[in-house]
């Protein structure tokens, strides 16, 4: 019998903890260590990672979530990932989550019907054992939405609002697992804030699966010009002070999400990673 999973109330989404590079190995080991002792319930991969980069990460804490997310359909094949899920879970039970999506048509040369293409995916995992109670799908829309609910255990929605959240806890019910990414700045400076979130925003601006759900939240195309609107900006970040950040936070959590990713931007250069700000997370969420 599988393990029970659980994420907790808090997690951190992180590029950076995906690292391919094996002289950093011992870095990331120690980063992951202590996001579980401050508190965190899951470490969230970015990058379209691969099963086999969340083992360091669990072989490293002893109770925390490792997630992916999300792994990409297009990049590795069902097969494998089953194979590589059932030799995790057999060494680590009930440490790891696997997280799905069908990224962009922008980014995926072999994107075609990914709805379908989803659901031939978990197909392939449920016939080779992989259960639908570890696997969560990056959901935006409707329809993938209620995927996430029938065939798997939630959805882990990337770069949404509350409102988006409301609508995705009103398809999901109240069973699945709902855990949307939220962008966290920790500057109260709106003249230094905004721009820091117009430029990583940018990239998203150009992927219609993006841009499609934020007219459908009521957003209007002048919102997504210049880098995106103030109001755009201040929807799908959580920028300023301790209290004005936990309360963005919170809101995620009143609109129906179980669990909120919380993904530090900042003007970092190269691979280092923001633990002073991760450290500062856990202590506003008051987590220890």
Same mark, same amino acid.
């Given at each position: *019998?599988?393990? &029970?999973?659980?994420?907790?109330?808090?997690?951190?989404?992180?590029?950076?903890?995906?690292?391919? $590079?094996?002289?950093?190995?011992?870095?990331?080991?120690?980063?992951?260590?202590?996001?579980?002792?401050?508190?965190?319930?899951?470490?969230?991969?970015?990058?379209?990672?691969?099963?086999?980069?969340?083992?360091? %990460?669990?072989?490293?804490?002893?109770?925390?979530?490792?997630?992916?997310?999300?792994?990409?359909?297009?990049? @590795?094949?069902?097969?494998?990932?089953?194979? /590589?899920?059932?030799?995790?879970?057999?060494?680590?039970?009930?440490?790891?989550?696997?997280?799905?999506?069908?990224? /962009?048509?922008?980014?995926?040369?072999?994107?075609?019907?990914?709805?379908? =293409? *989803?659901?031939?995916?978990?197909?392939?995992?449920?016939?080779?054992?992989?259960?639908?109670?570890?696997?969560?799908?990056?959901? %935006?829309?409707?329809?993938?939405?209620?995927?996430?609910?029938?065939?798997?255990?939630?959805? @882990? &929605?990337?770069?949404?609002? &509350?409102? /988006?959240? =409301?609508?995705?806890?009103?398809? !999901?019910?109240?069973?699945? !697992?709902?855990? &949307?990414? %939220?962008?966290?700045?920790?500057?109260?400076?709106?003249?230094?804030?905004?721009?820091?979130?117009?430029?990583?925003?940018?990239?998203?601006?150009?992927?219609?699966?993006?841009?499609?759900?934020?007219?459908? %939240?009521?957003?209007?195309?002048?919102?997504?010009?210049?880098?995106?609107?103030?109001?755009?900006?201040?929807?799908?970040?959580?920028?300023?002070?301790?209290?004005?950040?936990?309360?963005?936070?919170?809101?995620? @959590?009143?609109?129906?999400? $179980?669990?909120?990713? !919380?993904?530090?931007? $900042?003007?970092?250069?190269?691979?280092?990673?923001?633990?002073?700000?991760?450290?500062?997370?856990?202590?506003?969420?008051?987590?220890?």
């Amino acid at each position: *019998m599988m393990k &029970p999973i659980s994420v907790g109330r808090y997690g951190v989404w992180s590029f950076g903890l995906r690292a391919e $590079d094996p002289a950093r190995s011992g870095e990331l080991a120690e980063a992951a260590a202590e996001l579980e002792e401050l508190g965190f319930g899951a470490i969230w991969l970015g990058g379209s990672p691969g099963v086999r980069h969340a083992v360091p %990460l669990v072989e490293a804490t002893t109770r925390i979530t490792v997630a992916t997310g999300i792994q990409s359909i297009w990049q @590795h094949e069902a097969a494998d990932t089953a194979v /590589h899920f059932a030799e995790l879970e057999a060494a680590h039970p009930g440490r790891f989550l696997l997280g799905l999506g069908v990224s /962009h048509a922008k980014l995926a040369e072999q994107y075609r019907r990914p709805y379908s =293409a *989803m659901v031939d995916y978990l197909d392939a995992l449920g016939t080779a054992g992989v259960p639908a109670d570890r696997l969560v799908l990056a959901a %935006l829309g409707p329809k993938m939405l209620r995927l996430s609910r029938d065939r798997a255990a939630g959805s @882990h &929605p990337y770069l949404v609002t &509350p409102e /988006h959240t =409301a609508e995705a806890r009103e398809t !999901l019910g109240e069973g699945p !697992l709902l855990a &949307p990414e %939220l962008k966290v700045i920790a500057e109260a400076d709106p003249d230094r804030a905004r721009p820091l979130a117009r430029a990583h925003l940018a990239m998203y601006l150009g992927l219609p699966n993006y841009t499609n759900t934020f007219l459908r %939240l009521g957003f209007t195309e002048s919102d997504l010009t210049g880098g995106g609107s103030d109001r755009l900006i201040d929807a799908v970040y959580a920028w300023g002070s301790d209290d004005r950040i936990r309360a963005r936070v919170e809101e995620f @959590h009143a609109a129906g999400a $179980d669990h909120v990713a !919380l993904q530090v931007i $900042d003007d970092r250069a190269g691979d280092e990673l923001p633990r002073e700000a991760w450290r500062r997370l856990a202590g506003l969420l008051e987590l220890s």
